[in-house]
């Protein structure tokens, strides 16, 4: 929109186009949160739906290969420079964990019967394993941070104690392994020569899902059925919705507000997966789950606060 109030030569059509980008600066922060809150939260769900009847590494490489492919031919159309083979080479250490650690597992988990609802309470204790892994680079979680550390283990182990997680192993591995390997190239991205921008979103959704299908194909995934109509829906949700829009709407934010308001999704992301698990999944979640969870988020708050005061 600013680009065509830009280019206008008629004044009057200039202050249509100023009044537009005025509109859009001023929605832009609610707009963004909203995909941030409802897209995201949603996201785990639709995993499960799209995993139904799709191997979970080989969707995951699919929908970010995609998504990713679609980023990087619409950046380089717009005239942003190549990366270089240095930023590739970041990219793609970091694509590893984010993309294949961080979501593929998840995907993993969820297709092992993990809940969409548990799925998204774990993968909220991804701050706290930031202000962990920053000691590795120098930074030690103060006194506070520490307590939200202490705190948040604790719900972790009363959420694991959950049914459907307490006879379900690997899946409680994967879904607490799966944060870890966010929060680490989180915390290691700082410290990488990275493309600028959404490009670098677009490298490491490439890169990450050249290792989600390879692994995918080593481990004896195949397609070997047509892909059911809700699986379909799902993954083009996914790619579109939950890749795209979702983080060039986080890469939005980090540049306009606050990073606690920014990284605000990790309180709230929770609570709209576990009601739509409970409301569209027909998913249940045992007495336990509602003391862990709010230990969780509470840690969470806790640690992103006392980031927050330096």
């Known amino acids: 929109m600013l680009e065509i109030a830009l280019g206008m030569n008629s004044s009057g059509s200039s202050l249509k186009s ?16 909203f995909a941030l809150y409802f897209i995201w939260g949603s996201t785990y769900l639709a995993i499960r739906f799209a995993v139904e009847t799709l191997p979970p590494l080989l969707m995951a490489g699919i929908r970010f290969g995609l998504a990713g492919a679609l980023l990087y031919g619409y950046l380089r159309w717009r005239g942003t420079p190549a990366p270089s083979r240095t930023e590739w080479w970041g990219a ?10 961080g979501n593929g597992l998840v995907t993993l988990a969820e ?5 969409s609802g548990l799925a998204a309470t774990m993968v909220a204790v991804m701050p706290l394993g930031a202000a962990f892994w920053s000691g590795l680079f120098g930074r030690w979680p103060k006194v506070l941070e520490w307590g939200g550390l202490v705190l948040g283990m604790i719900g972790v ?6 049914g459907s997680l307490q006879g379900n192993p690997f899946g409680l591995v994967l879904i607490l392994a799966a944060p870890l390997c966010w929060s680490f190239g989180t915390v290691w991205s700082k410290h990488l020569t990275l493309p ?29 059925q047509w892909p059911s109509s809700h699986s379909l829906w799902a993954l083009l949700y996914l790619i579109f919705f939950g890749s795209i829009v979702a983080f060039s709407a986080y890469l939005y934010l980090v540049g306009k507000v606050a990073p606690t308001l920014a990284t605000s999704y990790a309180y709230v992301n929770p609570v709209v ?9 027909g998913e249940t979640i045992g007495a336990g789950a509602w003391v ?13 606060w006392s980031q927050s005061r330096g």
């Open 111 to 115: 297709s092992r019967g993990v809940s």
């Open 273 to 281: 997966a576990l009601l739509l698990g409970a409301w569209l999944g």
């Open 18 to 33: 100023a009044s537009s980008a005025s509109s859009l600066s001023k929605w832009g922060v609610p707009l963004a949160l």
């Open 196 to 224: 600028r921008g959404i490009m670098a979103s677009a490298t490491q959704m490439l890169t990450g899902s050249v290792v989600l299908v390879a692994v995918g194909l080593l481990t004896g995934e195949r397609l070997t």
């Open 292 to 304: 862990a969870i709010p230990l969780i988020l509470g840690a969470v708050g806790i640690v992103a």
């Open 157 to 162: 182990v009363l959420l694991s104690r959950d």
């Open 92 to 101: 793609a250490r970091i694509g590893v964990l984010l993309i294949f650690g």
